[in-house]
């Protein structure tokens, strides 16, 4: 004879079970697999909406802090000049695309973060970088601030326009090692040799332009960046 339990409302009650106890039937034990499987089944969905809803909130912000900004200005003989700037409001990164009338584009990337300016000319092998002044910083300043580059288009009229001609010595033994910039330089100047510019009052009489970049930005000031390679 064997002791088993049955269960009742109030309390547990003692039986005498000659044929030994009842299994279970498989109408009880449905409800619990239905319960677990229905449970995993909602785990699974929660994890998979919180994956979707990081790799969004992760990759929706980078996106959202490039804009391009398009700013046209009169060059010398009264010409529009067209020229496009990226902003990168989460790097701290301005990237001005300048189109000469030959149709030829060069690059200048302000790097805010780590205040360097590199030139990419488009008629040279190598990129140019020079140390950001506070001159710059206050030029390229309106292109990352929210409430201006939400415009999307500046046009500079010609009366009121500031002009004025920087020139940057070439220092052509201080070639720099690209693999050791930060990485938007680097991506700028693959496959080019780097050297360090430094802002000089002029070339000389004996000395001439060496190559001019026109850059134009939305506070009215356009600004000719001249190099030469200083002397040895």
Not at 52 to 71: A, C, E, F, M
Request: net charge negative; with cysteine; glycine share 4%.
């Amino acid at each position: 004879m064997v002791r088993c339990w049955k269960h009742s409302e109030n309390c547990l009650e003692e039986a005498q079970c000659t044929d030994g106890c009842p299994a279970a039937s498989p109408q009880s034990r449905f409800p619990h697999k239905a319960f677990w499987v229905s449970l995993t089944a909602s785990l699974l969905l929660v994890v998979i909406a919180l994956g979707l809803t990081g790799h969004l909130g992760l990759s929706q912000p980078h996106s959202q802090s490039l804009q391009i900004v398009r700013i046209t200005a009169p060059d010398q003989t009264g010409v529009l000049i067209n020229q496009s700037a990226v902003v990168d409001q989460q790097n701290d990164l301005v990237t001005l695309s300048v189109t000469s009338l030959g149709n030829q584009t060069s690059t200048v990337l302000f790097d805010i973060k780590h205040r360097l300016i590199c030139y990419k000319p488009v008629n040279q092998d190598g990129c140019f970088l020079q140390k950001m002044e506070q001159s710059d910083y206050d030029n390229v300043h309106p292109l990352l601030h929210e409430s201006t580059h939400k415009q999307g288009q500046f046009q500079l009229s010609w009366n009121e326009t500031q002009r004025q001609t920087e020139f940057l010595g070439v220092l052509a033994a201080s070639q720099v090692d690209v693999s050791m910039l930060e990485e938007p330089l680097q991506a700028l100047c693959q496959d080019r040799s780097v050297h360090w510019t430094r802002r000089v009052k002029g070339p000389g009489k004996q000395r001439l332009v060496y190559f001019c970049i026109d850059i134009c930005f939305p506070s009215n000031i356009c600004v000719s960046v001249c190099f030469y390679y200083l002397p040895e």
